[in-house]
């Protein structure tokens, strides 16, 4: 059974906006640091942002700040990615993640490989 399912990507315009979704059917997420990650194609896997069980967001890709922030809805078990005013080079597969800790990474340490429990992603298309 998926630990955490990502929903919510799919294909817009530069400038636009779209809010993904990671739920948890196993996992109580309100517990722990959720990760988005994202992968485009031909490239490594990077952090993009951190939302720790205290509600604080840091940031790992300079390139999304002011424009992307992360939530939670504890009553839904549910993370959000919302994203604004959306680039061509957004354009990725994008994947929450958790190492199961409240805290989120230091910038100088996250790492993919530093993550427990991963989604199978959900494709995010910015066209110019």
């Known amino acids: 059974q998926e630990q955490l399912v990502e929903s919510g990507g799919g294909l817009v315009q530069a400038g636009g906006s779209l809010r993904l979704s990671c739920a948890a059917p196993?996992?109580?997420?309100?517990?722990?640091?959720i990760t988005w990650f994202r992968q485009a194609p031909g490239k490594e896997r990077e952090g993009v942002l951190c939302?720790?069980?205290?509600?604080?967001?840091?940031y790992y890709a300079d390139s999304v700040k002011g424009r992307f922030t992360e939530s939670r809805d504890n009553g839904e078990n549910t993370v959000y990615l919302q994203m604004n005013n959306l680039k061509p080079e957004d354009t990725a597969v994008y994947y929450c993640?958790?190492?199961?800790?409240?805290?989120?990474?230091?910038?100088?340490?996250?790492?993919?490989?530093?993550?427990?429990?991963w989604g199978k992603g959900t494709l995010v298309t910015v066209s110019s």
């Open positions: 993640a958790t190492d199961l800790l409240d805290y989120c990474p230091e910038d100088r340490d996250i790492s993919p490989g530093g993550m427990d429990v």
């Open positions: 939302l720790s069980k205290y509600d604080q967001v840091t």
């Open positions: 196993v996992l109580t997420l309100e517990w722990y640091a």
